[in-house]
């Protein structure tokens, strides 16, 4: 066997104490958390309130980088593919770890396998809801005038995989409709859209919502909750709206890459926990409507069991509503 030189043998030795001293000393510069929408949607805005806590107890600031695309999932698969030293984080959700793997075949990361799950930052009821001056008033008017005018009403979503476009999917394979959809890079944009009346309605994470339907800038049909929510408590349930099978709530989590070292993800684990317990920050999520998790309800292994369950829920109705929608086509 050829002998190694010292000087290698003593490169080689040092390589693990030198990784050991990083974790040790981490965070020592920014984090980078990758937002895979535009900014101003409700994944940023959760990620800009979390990430501003977390970066407070970490010493270090958490700086947002939108990288939109693809229903989330170009934004993902870059931050799945950074290195595992804690510096590139994640903001995923029900669409980019749940809904996608179903409508991407070629997706480039499996959400049950390729991420380090720190913790669920916000659950995010979804709401239906419309322009002002559009003509149904009501979720009955909403269904029977998509029902008679079809394609002729838009629908914005965040594309194909995001949370939109899934539960506004989800609401037409119930009423057995098809309308016109149009892509955005984020329900931030698209807002402004339904602000501007440009688009017809959309199915959107309360977080991006409340402030525009206090201002009775947009309506909301209904909320897809059990209950109604503390933030929009006239807002009703579509439940009290005549569509009870129509329940979908989203939720977004911090994630970072695979085989991130243990004392980092702890350290990143900590913060979120600290951020979901802080009195500021649980007062700006809960203003928008989020559903803050108790503390089982955060944990790295709660947020594993919650992806693998939700790409088990969303494939199987997302596959059936792609044939459908497909079949309906065919008809044509
Ligand atoms: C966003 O932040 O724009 C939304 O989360 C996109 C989506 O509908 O998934």
Known sequence: MKRLSLAAA????????????????????????????AAGGPTDIIARIVGEHMGKTLGQSIIVENVAGAGGTTGITRAAQSRPDGYTIMMGHMGTHGAAPALYPNIKYDPAKDFTPIGLAAGTPILIVTKKAFPAKTLKEFVDYVKANGTKVNEAHAGVGSVSHTSCTLLHSIIGTKTARVTYRGTGPALNDLVGGQVDYGCDQIVN????????????????????????????????????????????????????????????????????DDEGTRK???????????????????????????????????KAAMAAEQAAGEKK
């Open 10 to 37: 003593l490169a080689l030795a040092t390589i693990p104490i030198a990784g050991a001293q990083a974790q040790a000393t981490y965070p020592d510069r920014q984090i980078s958390m990758i937002v895979p929408f």
């Open 209 to 276: 919502l409340v402030s525009q339907i206090n201002a009775g800038n947009i309506t909301a049909l209904a909320i897809a909750t059990p209950e109604r929510s503390p933030a929009l408590p006239n807002v009703p349930t579509t439940k009290e709206a005549g569509l009870p099978d129509y329940q979908v709530s989203a939720w977004n989590a911090v994630f970072a890459p695979k085989t991130l070292p243990a004392d980092v993800t702890a350290k990143l684990v900590g913060a979120l926990d600290k951020a979901l």
């Open 284 to 318: 700006r999520l809960l203003e928008l409507g989020s559903v803050i998790p108790d503390k089982a309800g955060r944990s790295p292994a709660a947020l594993q069991k919650l992806v693998e369950s939700e790409v088990a829920r969303w494939t199987p109705v997302l």
